[in-house]
């Protein structure tokens, strides 16, 4: 089947109640930007509500299949069983993923060779290159431009070899060890699985796949934090419009809480003006009355929240503007503190 004609498969996996509310934003803006699409959903958790709520909605396809409970390590397992039905290429895409408009153009379906993945938002640890590859110690085959994100992913049968590498991977000892230690303090090439698939792709072995990342700001908005969304996008944003894929990296925000004592409600309060004023909580309202429960995490409670929304005329990439250069500046000087007081990173880049 030629890739450029057929349709548009995406792959979607949840195991997780509390993340339900997410899934339900990711549907519900994928199949109005693209009601042709085919969505293969592995949902385990699926209950009767949710079963009547995707029925009204394109062509979501349930299985309910009960695989054991792998957390990231899903991907490569979903991608792979996907792609035995037949289909010329499938797409991955995380939960937490909004879509605010058409894919086609992201995909290179012309082209069965291309791979596609997310550039990790410029803040990550260690920027590309050979790290990866070279502390999981496989023979580097060239260097990665952009660290990768596997929240969203297209691959075709000419990937199957990559993937059955990718799944092994995640199961030598040393990775399954790091999952169980908490996500800070897990060695940096052992945090995930994009960590695992980068390795691969900058081995020897796989160093002749055709990867195309999408990239921050244009292709997709890595929404963690104020400057996740980064001051030079915001304001290409005026001109270009929203990236096509808005993704909730780190705390997601349907689950924010406020803690006591006066540091943490500080913080507290900043994070919840954040929250009233992150593109992806602003996409997220449309959605609100189509969703069928309570968001109260889409309110806006805070002063501070309602004037950056009311002085830019509610903007989605202006309102959050003046505490993504806040955030951008404090960010720049802890990493010049920590650059002048702890020695370097062990050469990533080498
Ligand atoms: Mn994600």
């Known amino acids: 089947m030629n890739t450029a004609t057929a349709p548009l498969t995406f792959a979607v996996y949840e195991d997780r109640p509390r993340a339900m509310i997410g899934l339900k934003l990711l549907l519900a803006s994928l199949t109005r930007h693209h009601p042709e699409a085919c969505v293969q959903l592995f949902c385990p958790c699926a209950d009767a509500a ?130 169980s230690i908490p996500y800070p303090r897990r060695p940096l090439h052992l945090r995930s699985d994009q960590d695992a698939l980068e390795a691969l792709l900058g081995s020897e072995r796989f160093a002749g796949v055709r990867l195309h990342y999408l990239r921050c700001g244009v292709d997709v908005v890595q929404a963690i934090g104020p400057s996740g969304y980064a001051v030079g996008h915001r304001i290409s944003s005026l001109v270009n419009g929203l990236p096509p894929l808005i993704h909730a990296l780190g705390v997601k925000p349907w689950s924010l809480s406020v803690d006591q004592g006066l540091r943490a409600r500080l913080l507290g309060w900043y994070e919840q003006v954040h929250q009233e004023l992150s593109v992806y909580v602003h996409v997220a309202r449309d959605y609100r009355d189509e969703l069928e429960e309570d968001c109260p995490w889409m309110d806006v409670r805070t002063t501070a929240g309602r004037l950056c929304r009311a002085l830019t005329g509610q903007h989605p990439a202006l309102q959050g503007l003046p505490q993504a250069v806040v955030d951008t500046t404090a960010r720049w000087l802890k990493r010049a503190v920590k650059a002048l007081t702890q020695p370097a990173h062990p050469s990533p880049n080498a």
């Open 50 to 179: 949710f079963e009547r709520w995707i029925a009204r909605r394109g062509r979501i396809e349930l299985q309910r299949r009960p695989w054991a409970r792998c957390g990231w390590s899903i991907k490569p397992i979903v991608l792979l069983d996907v792609l035995e039905t037949g289909c010329p290429d499938v797409t991955w895409i995380d939960s937490d993923i909004i879509v605010t408009g058409k894919l086609t153009g992201l995909l290179h379906r012309d082209d069965p060779q291309a791979m596609v993945v997310l550039e990790e938002t410029p803040w990550a640890p260690v920027p590309g290159g050979t790290y990866r590859t070279r502390c999981w110690g496989l023979p580097v085959g060239r260097s990665l431009p952009f660290t990768v994100n596997s929240g969203f992913i297209r691959v075709t049968p000419a990937h199957r070899e990559l993937l059955v590498g990718w799944r092994e991977l995640m199961q030598r000892p040393d990775y399954l060890q790091a999952q």
